[in-house]
């Protein structure tokens, strides 16, 4: 049996799905399953030439519940979640598993992640708290760039050199224990897009179990740095309540609600460019309305 269920959720992710799978596919102690989000150019025809189960999915149902649908299909100890645009070569992941192996607190482990032109990404994060989510909105920490109440990400090169616990953790590469996913329940299938890695740490730690950051294994993500496109804002504010209006008491959820309505007009104003602008309107708009019961719609919509 494979000690490893390798999970990449792809769509339309044809031009980097392959150098993704390759890097652990073939192995006999992983078990790679590519999810297919019904993508539209070719992605589920290119895995045929693969050594990779493929799961072609007749709808998009969402980031988390392509991964949901992966690793049920498995029954390796550890499942790795990697991204489409994201290479783990073995030798790294064996890393990350032997870290689990050592000690049976640790919930869930990732990797120091690079740029493909080795830089590095500034992947650990802070949970969302009120003050950095005003601190956004008010462009704050464009003036006080190495304050740590500003912004969720931690940019201190220096928290990217030794292992330690961390809140959470960018979701492109991610190893979980099978049974602490059983435990929790998976990914919550309410996050269509963004925030679902934030949830699944925060479910992580409140089960008892740690989340690690191992720095001595490395993974290369394409996509490290990139933004959200304009068109999906509405989608990244709509995620950002969702996750305030799990996790968050009455007063807090209000103060976050008030703080993405902010952020969104602020960006309104300081738009460069026509999408940027129509972006952030419509995550406005979700700010000032109730939440969407069909997250995906958005999606549609943009």
Wanted: hydrophobic share 45%; proline share 6%.
């Amino acid at each position: 049996m494979s000690r490893v269920d390798a999970i990449i959720v792809t769509y339309n992710s044809a031009g980097t799905i392959g150098s993704a799978a390759e890097r652990v596919a073939g192995l006999d102690w992983v078990r790679v399953t590519v999810v297919d989000n019904a993508s539209g150019d070719g992605t589920v025809d290119l895995l045929r030439a693969l050594p990779v189960e493929t799961i072609a999915l007749e709808e998009n149902g969402g980031f988390a519940r392509g991964c949901n649908v992966g690793w049920r299909r498995g029954s390796s100890p550890f499942v790795l979640f990697l991204n489409p645009d994201a290479q783990l070569a073995p030798a790294e992941l064996a890393k990350l598993v032997g870290e689990l192996d050592r000690d049976e607190r640790v919930g869930a482990v990732a990797p120091r992640i690079v740029e493909p032109d080795g830089s590095l990404d500034f992947s650990l994060r802070r949970f969302p708290r009120v003050r950095s989510g005003f601190a956004q909105a008010l462009f704050l920490h464009r003036l006080f760039p190495a304050a740590t109440w500003v912004d969720e990400v931690i940019r201190d090169p220096a928290e990217y050199e030794s292992p330690h616990p961390v809140e959470w953790v960018s979701g492109a590469c991610l190893v979980v224990r099978r049974s602490v996913l059983e435990r929790i329940g998976g990914l919550d299938e309410s996050f269509f897009h963004y925030s679902e890695d934030v949830d699944l740490c925060a479910r992580i730690w409140r089960a008892g179990f740690e989340v690690r950051y191992v720095p001595a294994a490395v993974a290369e993500h394409e996509g490290g740095a990139s933004a959200p496109r304009a068109r999906l804002l509405p989608v990244l504010a709509a995620s950002r309540l969702r996750y305030s209006a799990k996790h968050d008491r009455s007063l807090t959820k209000a103060l976050v609600r008030a703080s993405v309505a902010l952020g969104a007009a602020t960006h309104v104003v300081a738009a460069r460019n026509a999408a940027a602008r129509r972006g952030h309107l419509g995550a406005l708009g979700v700010a000032l309305s109730p939440l969407p019961a069909d997250p995906s719609r958005l999606v549609r919509r943009a």
